[in-house]
């Protein structure tokens, strides 16, 4: 069917999207043909009750519209450096190595150094290739042992200005279960009020978003995940978001939650000392798997 | 159908459900211009694609929500048989 079809021009007809003499078109239609101008109605009437539907979900917490508006003319665009505040030379450093292993052992990003400065306040697995899943309890349980995607998500906050880092292409981590699978792909989208980091996965398909709005809270973000407008925002932005159902139906959303910067330094420093245990060199082994 | 009503008696899982069902290019489109407060031109800049054809998924994917919702409008008596479905507006 083309747009040729006045039942699918009628859709521009009743959004206000025609122009002047193909709104004249349909109005022709309408007046000559009954049936017509009740489906007209109809129409009317269901993308009201729609539209309605919808907007009981709370708004976001900024014009995402006005962020979709710059990146449909800006792809990527690296955020500004922030300055960061080291408590001491040595700390500094060992901190920041140890947390850009743990970021890097732990995600697989091996385009990290794509990102100059990152505040991540919310990390999600998701995958859209598993999204049948939802609906085959069974294969979703199969497919949770094989630790490539497990039936809920976490989230991690890790403020830290990431530096090059050594290549550890091929490598991953099965961080409490979440993904295994490699990443391969990286897209970064700069927004006026915080950056969307999409990484999408490889063979696993699992795909992990940074979702970096200062004002939003777990609770929003939550909210929306379950009411769909996550869904909807990463639907058409390339950022698969997790909306996987338990094997007893349950939808499963992420557990947003905000790590203090001392428990991830702690951890930093937890993965620095075991991978120096583990190797002599700067890259590990193939399939090297920090827990 | 009174879709008012029965949208006022949906449950918003429903209505997820009912989205989901929908072939994802639909749902996209459905979704984008609904609830995404962007123009067609915009939506068809974003999605790669001609207005034509996003108005004919556009058109589509209200079809198949219909459809998709109609189980939860004869649950609530909104509707009968089959006629009914068919019977036009509320």
Known sequence: MSASDP??????FIDGELDAAEAAEIQKLIAADPEFAQFIEEEKAFKAGLTHKLSE?????????????????????????????????????SGFAAAAVLLIAAFGLFELKQIFSNECLY??????????LMNDPAALTAKTTDSRIATQSVSKSIKYQIPPVPDFSGHALNLD???????????????????L??????????????????????????????????????????IQVAAWKSPDGQLLTSV??????????????????????????????????VE | MDWKSLYGALLEDELKRALDALDAEHRDVLLFTTLGELTYKECAKVLEI????????????????????????????????????TGGAA
């Open chain 1, 7 to 12: 039942h699918a021009r009628a859709m521009g």
């Open chain 1, 57 to 93: 979900v709370p708004p976001p917490t900024q014009d995402l519209r006005r962020n979709f508006q710059r990146n449909l003319n800006a792809e990527f665009t690296p955020p500004p450096a922030r300055p960061i505040v080291r408590p001491s030379q040595f700390y500094w450093r």
């Open chain 1, 123 to 132: 990390m999600l697995a998701c995958t859209e290739e598993h999204a049948h």
């Open chain 1, 177 to 195: 279960g979440l993904a295994k699978a490699p990443f391969k792909s990286l897209k970064q989208y700069d927004a006026p009020d915080g950056v």
């Open chain 1, 197 to 238: 980091v999409h990484y999408s996965g490889s063979d696993g398909g699992v795909s992990v978003v940074y979702h970096l709005w200062p004002d939003e809270t777990p609770e929003l973000f939550n909210q929306r995940l379950v009411k769909g407008q996550i869904y909807w925002l990463a639907s058409h932005h390339g």
């Open chain 1, 256 to 289: 947003i939650s905000k790590w203090p910067l001392e428990r991830v330094l702690k951890l930093a420093e937890e993965a620095r000392a075991d991978m120096e245990g583990r190797t002599a060199e700067s890259a590990p082994a193939s399939g090297n798997e």
């Open chain 2, 50 to 85: 001609p207005i034509g054809t996003l108005m004919s998924r556009l058109y589509r994917a209200r079809q198949e929500l219909k459809t998709a919702l109609l189980p939860y409008a004869k649950e609530r008596g909104l509707i009968r048989n089959k006629a009914d479905q």
